[in-house]
């Protein structure tokens, strides 16, 4: 079934409705209840019940009942009047002055110039996108070859040669066809994940409409992500390497589409962790756009899952489930502490141990030297393979003698 748009609807009236026979009645209405559902399933949405942020529940406000009031006299109505002007006055001298040296927002200014490309882009080829079914009554369309498309783009798109890489340029044209029930369907780019981010101005969503293809937008992520190279430089190499001439807000609007584009990747692998022996997990300090916020990271012998969040307990849930029933490796935060099978990070008590070595109490100093000695000895014995070893021993110390690794930099 075809997604009803505002197009869709728009055509649908009561002359409509009594145009079609009962068989396609029954089919319109059922699109129409499947719409019905969608909707009033997502106005019950909030953060209790989706992944909604908490702060799109204050947009959701119960609805007030009206309540009889008597009808001021001319002094109140005066009165109310002055004090809302009152009001009025308070509020705009509350309101900061612009003296024209204020932070400037990012991107292009509003009222800028805009700047435009020198030379048209040229397709190699086109490629025709044609509605195959009715919208309102599903019924399968034929495609017309003497239609014309009433909109189209260009996809830059990279294509890997045998010597090389190479940029394709295609133009999307996209149809509309009239079905014998009279209404018109529209063929559009198909979209997908919608980020929400809290405090963002404008959600991020997936959509094949956009000049950079994926191929071509994962090349360019890579490039920031893995090789480490900032927008402006990605830019000018693209430029002259390549011959591809991109804003730096398009090369940044493809690396965090190419990030969303992950998140099933992700869910994949914390489903893959579940099932793990060995778990080692830490947290560090981290700030995004000027906020206190900690970096999580669950690490096995092949999976690496990073999580930005608070510190409380409840981040846990994020990457360990009640499924997962093998060992866990960490350092000595509380949040941990509940866990049966723990196990405490050998890297952390070997920093305890030199802490314990540098007492100005000599029996102190000799104690941590001691442990110092017996931890080194422990790590060096299991991983040359000496003392008493049983294969069977699911112990992550026996297994992973060298992995327990401290994330953070605390002791």
Same mark, same amino acid.
């Given at each position: 079934m075809n997604r009803l748009s505002k197009e869709d609807l728009?055509?649908?009236?009561?002359?409509?409705?009594?145009?079609?026979?009962k068989e396609k009645l029954v089919e319109v209405a059922g699109n129409l209840h499947s719409l019905a559902?969608?909707?009033?399933?997502?106005?019950?949405?909030?953060?209790?019940?989706?992944?909604?942020? *908490?702060?799109?529940?204050? /947009?959701?406000?119960?609805e007030k009942v009206p309540s009889l009031e008597l009808e001021p006299t001319g002094s109140e109505t005066s009165a109310s009047e002055?004090?809302?002007?009152?009001?009025?006055?308070?509020?705009?001298?509350?309101?900061?002055?612009?003296?024209? /040296?204020?932070?400037?927002? *990012?991107?292009?200014?509003?009222?800028?110039?805009?700047?435009?490309?020198t030379s048209p882009l040229v397709a190699s080829q086109t490629v025709a996108h044609h509605p195959l079914s009715c919208a309102s009554c599903n019924s399968r369309l034929e495609i017309d070859p003497q239609a014309k498309p009433y909109m189209g783009y260009y996809v830059l798109e990279l294509e890997k040669l045998d010597s090389g890489i190479d940029i394709k340029c295609t133009l999307h044209h996209y149809y509309q066809a009239t079905c014998s029930c009279s209404h018109h369907t529209l063929s559009k *780019?198909?979209?997908?994940?919608?980020?929400?981010?809290?405090?963002?101005?404008?959600?991020?969503?997936?959509?094949?409409?956009?000049?950079?293809?994926?191929?071509?937008a994962t090349f360019i992520a890579s490039l920031a992500m893995r090789y480490r190279m900032s927008r402006p430089k990605i830019k000018e190499l693209l430029d002259d390497w390549i011959g591809v001439s991109l804003s730096v807000g398009t090369i940044d609007r493809c690396i965090r589409e190419v990030g969303i584009a992950c998140s099933p990747v992700v869910e994949e692998l914390i489903v893959e962790l579940q099932?793990?022996?060995?778990?080692?997990?830490?947290?560090?300090?981290?700030?995004?756009?000027?906020?206190?916020?900690w970096l999580w990271?669950?690490?096995?012998?092949?999976?690496?899952?990073?999580?930005?969040?608070?510190?409380?307990?409840q981040e846990l849930l994020r990457l360990i489930s009640e499924a997962f029933?093998?060992?866990?490796?960490?350092?000595?935060?509380?949040?941990?502490?509940n866990y049966p099978k723990r196990q405490h990070c050998l890297a952390h008590l070997i920093r305890k141990a030199i802490a314990l070595t540098t007492s100005v109490d000599k029996e102190v100093a000799d104690l941590g030297q001691w442990l110092l000695e017996e931890l080194r000895e422990l790590i060096h014995s299991?991983?040359?393979?000496?003392?008493?070893?049983?294969?069977?021993?699911?112990? *992550?110390a026996r297994q992973n003698p060298c992995l327990p690794i401290g994330y953070g930099n605390r002791a």
């Open positions: 728009s055509q649908m009236n009561q002359n409509y409705f009594q145009s079609l026979d559902v969608e909707q009033l399933e997502k106005l019950e949405q909030n953060s209790s019940n989706s992944s909604l942020p *908490p702060s799109s529940d204050q /947009f959701k406000s119960k002055s004090k809302r002007e009152d009001k009025q006055v308070s509020q705009e001298s509350e309101k900061p002055k612009n003296k024209g /040296f204020g932070k400037k927002l *990012p991107g292009k200014q509003a009222g800028a110039k805009g700047i435009w490309r *780019p198909l979209t997908g994940y919608i980020s929400v981010v809290e405090g963002r101005s404008k959600d991020l969503c997936l959509q094949e409409y956009g000049l950079v293809g994926p191929m071509l099932s793990a022996e060995i778990i080692h997990l830490d947290e560090t300090p981290w700030y995004e756009k000027g906020k206190y916020r990271v669950a690490i096995t012998s092949t999976i690496a899952v990073f999580h930005i969040g608070s510190r409380r307990k029933v093998g060992w866990l490796v960490t350092d000595g935060y509380g949040a941990y502490s299991l991983a040359t393979g000496g003392g008493d070893k049983d294969e069977s021993d699911s112990n *992550p």
